[in-house]
């Protein structure tokens, strides 16, 4: 089939805008708590009501691809994020915040099953693995950038001395004065209306699904559950996502309140750099999967990744602000290892697998809660050390998988065990 570049494009600047509006409550944390006069606890059921659509979502959202077709399904996903953050951003309160961010959180859940399949079909078979991995550039891009665009809007909404554009003078009239932050929801409704319209008037292959890319009956699904090794990489998921968003969502709240960081600057900046070392760490772990077999890398990148939460945890001010983005650096290559030991160890059913786990991301919504519960009774550097635990189960992955297919290594046989 021949490859279709403009939607190849398109998806991968869906990825980007996936992550724009994913990974941004982190640098939040501190003005919400200040604009809501929020515990740890409260502020951390935010993540809870985005990343639990995620674990609702996640299989309906594949039934409806194979019913509806790719198109509608992520129209619809992003009528429904554009609805969300539009009612948060014209109502802004605690109680509004958590609908918007379940709303947010459930297109952006249909979102990532849509485009998967489609890209394989736009882009070839062929090309899958590759692009996959530009997809994933794209999503760590975002990430990096949305805390700078948080920046940018702040201090020039709530400066009398800011810059002057037509983005900033729409906003400065909508959004209220004492809330600026606020203008970020705004810009994700334009965002998510205007991909609206850039989906609606794309035409879209026709994808053809393999039997075992098909999600199952509910049996299906109900016969997976019972194998060990799925509820094993499920959790897997799970502890990763848990993590990730265990570290980005407090490091701005953590650096204020240890190191006295000012979470509209410096705060925002370390969590944008988290995210873009996690790109970097990505493009590394690529070349390592090459030579190596994958479940040493995700043990040596654990480990990392622990030993690089202790200096932030512990060390300084000026350690800190290094050790949190290393943290992201090395935590890059778990997601991607995690998913492919495990569709390597069932041998069908792929695609109900992948709905599986998927649903896994609702550790996003668990872990953070956990730690911010923990940090309202321990303070918050206590209940980050929770975060050894999720680390410990992902480091235990590497011990414990047997994948009947073992990553392709430069100079070994093929499948080689």
């Known amino acids: 089939m021949k490859r279709n570049y403009f939607i190849v494009g398109l998806i991968l600047l869906t990825f980007f805008v996936i992550s724009f509006l994913t990974n941004i409550l982190g640098p939040l944390v501190p003005d919400i708590i200040k604009s809501f006069d929020l515990s740890l606890t409260m502020v951390a059921f935010l993540p809870f009501a985005f990343f639990i659509a995620y674990g609702v979502m996640s ?13 509608v399904v992520m129209i619809i996903a992003f009528l429904i994020s554009s609805l969300g953050a539009s009612l948060f951003a014209g109502s802004p309160s605690f109680g509004m915040y958590m609908v918007s961010l379940f709303f947010i959180g459930t297109g952006m859940a249909m979102l990532q099953v849509a485009i998967n399949p489609l890209l394989r079909v736009a882009g070839g078979e062929e090309h899958f693995a590759f692009n996959s991995v530009i997809g994933q550039l794209f999503f760590g891009l975002a990430s990096f950038l949305s805390p700078l665009v948080y920046s940018y ?70 016969d997976l559950l019972k194998d060990p090794m799925v509820l094993l990489y499920f959790f897997g998921i799970f502890a990763y996502v848990g993590s990730e968003q265990g570290v980005a969502n407090w490091i701005s709240e953590f650096l204020q309140t240890y190191h006295a960081v000012d979470p509209q600057t410096i705060g925002a900046n370390t969590v944008a750099l988290f995210w873009g070392l996690m790109v970097a760490g990505t493009a590394l772990g690529l070349v390592l999967l090459k030579f190596m077999d994958s479940r040493k890398v995700i043990i040596g990148f654990t480990l990392t990744a622990m030993i690089s939460l202790t200096f932030a945890l512990f060390g300084s001010k000026s350690i800190a602000l290094i050790a949190f983005p290393m943290v992201g650096f090395f ?48 303070g918050l550097r206590m209940g980050m050390l929770f975060l050894y635990l999720t680390f410990g189960y992902i480091l235990s992955i590497g011990f414990w998988s047997k994948p009947l297919i073992n990553n392709e290594i430069i100079g070994s046989k093929k499948g080689s065990k």
């Open 331 to 378: 935590a890059s290559v778990m997601w991607s290892i995690i998913i492919s030991l495990a569709l390597n160890s069932v041998s069908k059913n792929h695609g109900s697998l992948s709905g599986i786990l998927v649903t896994g991301i609702a550790g996003g919504a668990i872990i953070p809660l956990i730690v911010g519960s923990l940090g309202d009774v321990f």
């Open 59 to 71: 299989i309906p959202s594949g039934i409806l691809v194979e019913k509806y077709g790719e198109k």
């Open 153 to 222: 809007l702040v201090l020039n909404l709530s400066s009398e001395n800011g810059a002057s554009n037509f983005l900033l003078d729409t906003l400065s009239g909508i959004v209220p004065a004492e809330l600026p932050w606020i203008s970020l929801y705004w810009v994700f409704a334009f965002v998510s209306l205007l991909m609206v319209f850039v989906i609606g008037f794309s035409k879209m292959p026709k994808v053809e699904r393999k039997d075992d890319e098909m999600v199952g009956a509910l049996q299906t699904h109900l």
